[in-house]
């Protein structure tokens, strides 16, 4: 079921707070500004779409800001995918500035601050996917703050008509047959994405057997024996070399290895691939499943109960 929000019949001097509001609930938290409240117009159509969600947005001229300040105080962990379909932006993440014409894709990360100007009306199809659910499926989300597909690039139309068709299926179908196509078309934008930017998304390795490690761990997510003296000698390193090449990203091996079975325990609750929570724990390596519901909720702030319950509705 779809949500929709205008300000067509709001008070001329209650639309821009009015939609300062859906925004801030339907996106992040952040500031807005206008040059004109008399004649700001916008609209907003919503829909889930298994665990993502893919929004039409039209708007008059009107600018977004998400400073610090709004990351720290309303925290989101979702990676947006924009279509823009008519007019263009200005845009600012992590130090990369871009105008994003119609055609154009943008990919952009609600945990970092941004910026969006856009300086005449507007129209743009919005997915936001959360984090793990890229995580996942092999994308560095750390490099997804401030990338520009290029709609006339061939994987930029891919992508582009992959993102339209998604809208296109939440808005003809029915809430309880949109779900399954969800996996499948993530999927498909993943691919395409990993294949237009490996350099820029993955890079090339500047650690071999650290990617070589990661990718044992990855493939043996279930085996509930893994220590570190098991993945050192099946690696054919030292327990010290281990820890060194993981404390060069800030982690652990068995602290990289629990985050990523819970990562993966997250997308089989979201996108129904288990019939319940027990099992998932099992298939990830968590044989404690008290341990497993408090590390999940650590996580991502959810039960993991509570996301499958969420998932089925």
Known sequence: MGHQFSTHDIQQNERFDYWHEIVYRTYAPCSGHVKSYQ??????????????????????????????FDVRTGPRDDIFFSLMLEGETKFEQSGQQFIQKAGDI??????????????????????KVPRVLLETRSLDTDKMAGVLLA???????LVG??????????????????????PSMLDMICVALEQS??????????????EQIKLYLRDNLANTDL???????????????????????GTTP???????????AYKA??????????EVALDYGFKDLSHFGRSFKKEFGITPKSLLTKTMN
């Not at 068995?254 to 993966?264: A, D, N, T, V, Y």
């Open 39 to 68: 004649k700001f117009d916008a609209n907003l159509k919503t829909h889930g779409f298994g665990s993502l969600e893919v929004s039409d947005v039209r708007s008059t001229a009107i600018q977004y800001e998400r400073k610090p």
């Open 106 to 127: 943008l990919l952009y990360d609600s945990g970092r601050a941004y910026s969006y100007n856009y300086e005449a009306q507007y129209r743009s199809i919005l997915m």
């Open 151 to 157: 709609g006339d690039s061939a994987h930029g139309r």
């Open 161 to 182: 008509s992959l993102i339209s068709q998604s809208h296109q299926i939440v808005s003809n179908l029915d809430a309880d047959n949109v779900g399954e196509f969800s």
């Open 197 to 210: 930017m490996r350099d820029e998304l993955l890079g090339k390795s500047q650690n071999g057997k650290l």
């Open 227 to 249: 220590t570190l003296d098991s993945i050192a000698k099946e690696q054919n390193v030292s327990i010290r070399t281990l820890s060194r090449l993981f404390a060069g990203s």
């Open 254 to 264: 068995m602290g990289w290895l629990q985050s990523l079975r819970l990562q993966f």
């Open 269 to 278: 609750l979201a996108e129904q691939k288990a019939r319940n929570v027990t």
